[in-house]
């Protein structure tokens, strides 16, 4: 089957740094994505990694091992405005190509 | 560029009755995907429309299908409403020409209610 898990919640203060694991089950992975979505929002794209390795963007960061099927998402500096849901999706291919997101992992961030 | 944009926002149904969401892709996408948004189930593919066709598809029964017109708006159905269908739907546009997209823009969905 296809699933991917990431915790439920992480709770964190101004200013730290956070990392939301995302492990995947698949065969015929393309690779990883994030998304961000703040209460009663749309989610927003991220950042995609499809080689292992790490991709920087500003404040964040994204990191996949295809070989260990797992990547993370680390926020730095973090900010109140960072307190959201965030998801981990991944494209399965097998007949159907589909686009399957993780339960989403639920940050916040305290003063 | 303006954003995708969806409609209704909200909408009231009773079990049984059908529902048509429309929306609006990003100028220039051809790619239009459909999720439902559940706190139970969470973001779950529905399906994914390319030039007029259906091209990707989840785990969704026949009540709920689609279709996209030649300006890439797309519509979505769900026949004989069940009150499991209550759930945000959301539509993403993408680009398009390489498949379906790691890279989804996702529209401020339509929240649908059923009694």
């Known amino acids: 089957g296809q699933s991917l898990e990431q915790p439920s919640e992480v709770t964190a203060v101004e200013g730290a740094i956070v990392q939301i694991n995302c492990t995947y089950q698949?065969?015929?992975?393309?690779?990883l994505s994030w998304y961000q979505q703040h209460d009663g929002g749309a989610p927003t794209f991220l950042s995609y990694?499809?080689?292992?390795g790490l991709e920087e963007t500003g404040r964040f960061s994204s990191f996949l091992s295809r070989s260990d099927s797992y990547g993370y998402l680390l926020l730095q500096e973090l900010q109140m405005k960072d307190s959201a849901s965030y998801f981990c999706?991944?494209?399965?291919?097998?007949?159907?190509?589909?686009?399957?997101f993780g339960a989403g992992t639920r940050l916040a961030v305290h003063p | 560029k303006a954003g995708v944009t969806q409609t209704p926002r909200y909408l009231i149904k009773t079990r049984g009755q059908q529902v048509t969401l429309s929306c609006s892709p990003i100028?220039?996408?051809?790619?239009v995907s459909w999720y439902q948004q559940t706190p139970g189930q969470g973001l779950q593919f529905l399906f994914e429309?390319?030039?007029?066709?259906?091209?990707n598809k989840g785990n969704f029964p026949g009540r709920f299908s689609g279709r996209q017109f030649s300006n890439s708006r797309s519509e979505m159905n769900v026949s004989t409403l069940e009150l499991g269908d209550s759930a945000l739907y959301l539509c993403?546009?993408?680009?398009?020409?390489?498949?379906?997209?790691?890279?989804?823009?996702f529209g401020p969905g339509t929240r649908l209610t059923v009694t």
């Open positions: 990694n499809a080689l292992d």
């Open positions: 993403a546009s993408s680009p398009g020409g390489g498949g379906l997209s790691y890279e989804q823009y």
């Open positions: 100028s220039g996408h051809r790619s």
């Open positions: 698949t065969s015929g992975f393309y690779g």
């Open positions: 999706a991944v494209v399965f291919s097998g007949g159907y190509n589909k686009l399957i």
């Open positions: 429309y390319f030039s007029e066709t259906q091209r």
